[in-house]
C-alpha cells in the first residue's frame, strides 16, 4: 500500500475544499451580519494549512496509485474532509453548546447528502452559516471526488481509480475518451441544472438567498433546508412544484442526461428501462399515499390531498428529504410506507440514495426468472435490461451488494438499540442514515439533536455506508485489501 501517494493526494484535495471557505466570508459581509468573518477565516487557515502538511513531505513522488489506494483515499478523504467541515461549526458563537459528535454528524449528514440535522432555531442562525451548511450537501452532490478527478490530471495525478471507487451503481462507463473530460461534462449538466432551479425558486417567490439555498439541496438531493419548517416553510404551491420536478431531473441518472442532451433527443430517456421503472415506482407510491390520506380525510380539499402526497412522496422516494408537512403523523401505514419506499430510492449515477432503482429492478427480474425456470426447468431464460442480457457476473455483484447492505442495516440497527433507541426511531434512523434520506420516525422525526453521542457516531458511519454504497467501506476491513 503507498501511504505517501494516499497522504499526497488527500492533502491536495483538503487545500482545494479550503477555498469552499471563502463564499461564506462574502455571505457574511453581503448580509451584513459580519459576526462570522472570523469563524470562516479561521477555518479556511487550519484546512488549508492541514492540506498542506499532508501535501508537502510526499510532493515529489510522481507514483500513479492503483485501485486500493483509490478506495483507500476516497473513504479516508470523506472521513478527513467531514473533520474539517466541522470547525465553523465548532468556532461559531452562533451554535453555543454543540458537542464535537454533534458538529461532526452534521457535517458528515451534508457531505453525504443526507440532510439529518442536529441543528434548531435555523431560522435564526446567521446567513453564513446556513449558506455553508447547503453548500456542503451541494459539494457532496455530485462527488467531491468526482469534481477532483477533473482537478487532479492537471496536478499530475491519476484519477481513474478514484472515479471507480467514487462512482455508484452498475456501470462506470466513461461518457467521453478522457476521464477528466467525464467529471467536467458532468459538473456541467449539475451545475446546469442548480441554476436553472435557482432561478425557478426565485421566480415562485422564494428570496434570493433562499432560492439559491435550496437549489443547492434539491439538486444535490440532500434535504437541508434555511427553515426549521422546510419547504413547509414557504407554504406555496408553486414552489413545492419547482421542487418537485427538480427533484425528479435530479434523481435520474446524470449519464442519460448527458446522452440526451448530447443527441438532442428526448428518446433516449424513454429508452432506458431504469428510467421507466423510476417513474413507475414514483406514480404508484403517490397514489398509495393520495389513497391512504383521502380515505382517512386528513386534508380538507382533495386538492390539497394530491398536493401534499405528490411533493411528500417524491421527496421522500428520491431520498430528498424535504418536508411540507410533518409526514410521521399521518395516518395508518404511510409514513412507514414512505420511509420504506426510501430503499428502492433514486437512479444510479444520480444524486439521490438509497438502493438504486436500477439494482431493485434486476432482482425483480431475477425473481421472475427463477419463477419461469422452476416452470421450465430446461428453458434458457435471460435476464435483460434495455434489451441486452445481464451477464452473470453483473447479477452476482447485485446479489452481493444486497447481502453488505442487508447484513450491515442490521448491525447499525442493533447497535442503535444497545445505545437506547427504541425499535421504531432504530429502524428509521437506520434507514434514513444508510438511503441519505435525513428525517425519520419516532425521536428523529424533527431533528437528531436528542441522541446521545454513541448513537450519533453510528449514524455518521450509516451515512458514510450509505453515500460510498457499503461495498467501498466494507474492502477496508479485509485482510486482502491490505496485503502487498
Request: neutral net charge.
Given at each position: 500500500?503507498?501511504?505517501?501517494?494516499?497522504?499526497?493526494?488527500?492533502?491536495?484535495?483538503?487545500?482545494?475544499?479550503?477555498?469552499?471557505?471563502?463564499?461564506?466570508?462574502?455571505?457574511?459581509?453581503?448580509?451584513?451580519?459580519?459576526?462570522?468573518?472570523?469563524?470562516?477565516?479561521?477555518?479556511?487557515?487550519?484546512?488549508?494549512?492541514?492540506?498542506?502538511?499532508?501535501?508537502?513531505?510526499?510532493?515529489?513522488?510522481?507514483?500513479?496509485?492503483?485501485?486500493?489506494?483509490?478506495?483507500?483515499?476516497?473513504?479516508?478523504?470523506?472521513?478527513?474532509?467531514?473533520?474539517?467541515?466541522?470547525?465553523?461549526?465548532?468556532?461559531?458563537?452562533?451554535?453555543?453548546?454543540?458537542?464535537?459528535?454533534?458538529?461532526?454528524?452534521?457535517?458528515?449528514?451534508?457531505?453525504?447528502?443526507?440532510?439529518?440535522?442536529?441543528?434548531?432555531?435555523?431560522?435564526?442562525?446567521?446567513?453564513?452559516?446556513?449558506?455553508?451548511?447547503?453548500?456542503?450537501?451541494?459539494?457532496?452532490?455530485?462527488?467531491?471526488?468526482?469534481?477532483?478527478?477533473?482537478?487532479?490530471?492537471?496536478?499530475?495525478?491519476?484519477?481513474?481509480?478514484?472515479?471507480?471507487?467514487?462512482?455508484?451503481?452498475?456501470?462506470?462507463?466513461?461518457?467521453?475518451?478522457?476521464?477528466?473530460?467525464?467529471?467536467?461534462?458532468?459538473?456541467?449538466?449539475?451545475?446546469?441544472?442548480?441554476?436553472?432551479?435557482?432561478?425557478?425558486?426565485?421566480?415562485?417567490?422564494?428570496?434570493?438567498?433562499?432560492?439559491?439555498?435550496?437549489?443547492?439541496?434539491?439538486?444535490?438531493?440532500?434535504?437541508?433546508?434555511?427553515?426549521?419548517?422546510?419547504?413547509?416553510?414557504?407554504?406555496?404551491?408553486?414552489?413545492?412544484?419547482?421542487?418537485?420536478?427538480?427533484?425528479?431531473?435530479?434523481?435520474?441518472?446524470?449519464?442519460?442526461?448527458?446522452?440526451?442532451?448530447?443527441?438532442?433527443?428526448?428518446?433516449?430517456?424513454?429508452?432506458?428501462?431504469?428510467?421507466?421503472?423510476?417513474?413507475?415506482?414514483?406514480?404508484?407510491?403517490?397514489?398509495?399515499?393520495?389513497?391512504?390520506?383521502?380515505?382517512?380525510?386528513?386534508?380538507?380539499?382533495?386538492?390539497?390531498?394530491?398536493?401534499?402526497?405528490?411533493?411528500?412522496?417524491?421527496?421522500?422516494?428520491?431520498?430528498?428529504?424535504?418536508?411540507?408537512?410533518?409526514?410521521?403523523?399521518?395516518?395508518?401505514?404511510?409514513?412507514?410506507?414512505?420511509?420504506?419506499?426510501?430503499?428502492?430510492?433514486?437512479?444510479?449515477?444520480?444524486?439521490?440514495?438509497?438502493?438504486?432503482v436500477v439494482r431493485v429492478l434486476l432482482m425483480f427480474r431475477l425473481?421472475?426468472?427463477?419463477?419461469?425456470?422452476?416452470?421450465?426447468?430446461?428453458?434458457?431464460?435471460?435476464?435483460?435490461?434495455?434489451?441486452?442480457?445481464?451477464?452473470?457476473?453483473?447479477?452476482?455483484?447485485?446479489?452481493?451488494?444486497?447481502?453488505?447492505?442487508?447484513?450491515?442495516?442490521?448491525?447499525?440497527?442493533?447497535?442503535?438499540?444497545?445505545?437506547?433507541?427504541?425499535?421504531?426511531?432504530?429502524?428509521?434512523?437506520?434507514?434514513?442514515?444508510?438511503?441519505?434520506?435525513?428525517?425519520?420516525?419516532?425521536?428523529?422525526?424533527?431533528?437528531?439533536?436528542?441522541?446521545?453521542?454513541?448513537?450519533?457516531?453510528?449514524?455518521?458511519?450509516s451515512m458514510l455506508f450509505g453515500r460510498l454504497e457499503v461495498l467501498?467501506?466494507?474492502?477496508?476491513?479485509?485482510?486482502?485489501?491490505?496485503?502487498?
Amino acid at each position: 500500500m503507498q501511504l505517501s501517494v494516499v497522504s499526497k493526494t488527500i492533502g491536495i484535495l483538503l487545500m482545494v475544499f479550503s477555498f469552499t471557505q471563502i463564499p461564506p466570508i462574502l455571505i457574511d459581509f453581503i448580509s451584513g451580519d459580519g459576526k462570522e468573518f472570523a469563524t470562516f477565516s479561521l477555518s479556511f487557515g487550519i484546512t488549508l494549512m492541514g492540506g498542506f502538511f499532508m501535501w508537502y513531505p510526499f510532493m515529489s513522488i510522481k507514483q500513479d496509485f492503483r485501485l486500493r489506494e483509490g478506495v483507500l483515499i476516497v473513504v479516508c478523504f470523506w472521513v478527513v474532509l467531514s473533520l474539517f467541515a466541522t470547525l465553523p461549526f465548532l468556532l461559531t458563537d452562533a451554535i453555543p453548546g454543540l458537542s464535537f459528535s454533534a458538529a461532526f454528524f452534521e457535517s458528515m449528514s451534508g457531505l453525504t447528502t443526507t440532510g439529518a440535522t442536529v441543528l434548531s432555531g435555523l431560522d435564526e442562525l446567521p446567513r453564513a452559516i446556513l449558506y455553508y451548511r447547503q453548500q456542503l450537501q451541494w459539494l457532496g452532490g455530485m462527488g467531491i471526488i468526482v469534481l477532483a478527478v477533473a482537478i487532479l490530471p492537471l496536478l499530475g495525478v491519476g484519477g481513474m481509480e478514484l472515479y471507480h471507487a467514487e462512482s455508484s451503481g452498475i456501470s462506470k462507463d466513461r461518457l467521453t475518451p478522457k476521464l477528466r473530460q467525464t467529471a467536467i461534462a458532468l459538473w456541467k449538466i449539475y451545475v446546469s441544472l442548480t441554476v436553472l432551479c435557482a432561478l425557478a425558486y426565485f421566480l415562485s417567490g422564494m428570496s434570493l438567498f433562499d432560492a439559491v439555498g435550496h437549489s443547492f439541496s434539491t439538486v444535490a438531493i440532500g434535504g437541508f433546508s434555511t427553515h426549521d419548517a422546510s419547504i413547509g416553510y414557504f407554504d406555496s404551491a408553486f414552489i413545492e412544484s419547482v421542487a418537485i420536478v427538480f427533484m425528479f431531473l435530479a434523481g435520474i441518472n446524470f449519464s442519460l442526461h448527458f446522452v440526451a442532451w448530447n443527441n438532442r433527443s428526448l428518446v433516449d430517456y424513454w429508452k432506458d428501462s431504469e428510467l421507466k421503472a423510476y417513474v413507475v415506482v414514483l406514480l404508484v407510491s403517490v397514489l398509495i399515499i393520495l389513497s391512504v390520506l383521502n380515505f382517512n380525510n386528513e386534508y380538507q380539499s382533495f386538492w390539497t390531498t394530491l398536493r401534499h402526497s405528490l411533493f411528500q412522496t417524491v421527496s421522500m422516494a428520491t431520498t430528498t428529504g424535504f418536508a411540507s408537512q410533518n409526514f410521521s403523523q399521518w395516518p395508518n401505514a404511510a409514513p412507514v410506507f414512505l420511509i420504506m419506499v426510501s430503499f428502492v430510492g433514486a437512479c444510479v449515477g444520480s444524486t439521490g440514495g438509497g438502493i438504486k432503482v436500477v439494482r431493485v429492478l434486476l432482482m425483480f427480474r431475477l425473481g421472475m426468472k427463477e419463477i419461469k425456470q422452476f416452470i421450465h426447468p430446461n428453458a434458457q431464460i435471460n435476464v435483460k435490461l434495455n434489451r441486452s442480457t445481464i451477464g452473470e457476473k453483473t447479477l452476482v455483484s447485485v446479489l452481493g451488494f444486497f447481502s453488505l447492505y442487508t447484513i450491515s442495516f442490521v448491525l447499525i440497527l442493533i447497535l442503535l438499540m444497545f445505545t437506547g433507541m427504541d425499535q421504531v426511531s432504530s429502524f428509521s434512523a437506520t434507514a434514513a442514515t444508510m438511503n441519505n434520506l435525513g428525517p425519520g420516525l419516532g425521536e428523529v422525526a424533527q431533528n437528531y439533536g436528542s441522541l446521545n453521542d454513541s448513537s450519533k457516531w453510528i449514524l455518521s458511519a450509516s451515512m458514510l455506508f450509505g453515500r460510498l454504497e457499503v461495498l467501498t467501506l466494507i474492502a477496508l476491513f479485509h485482510k486482502a485489501f491490505w496485503r502487498y
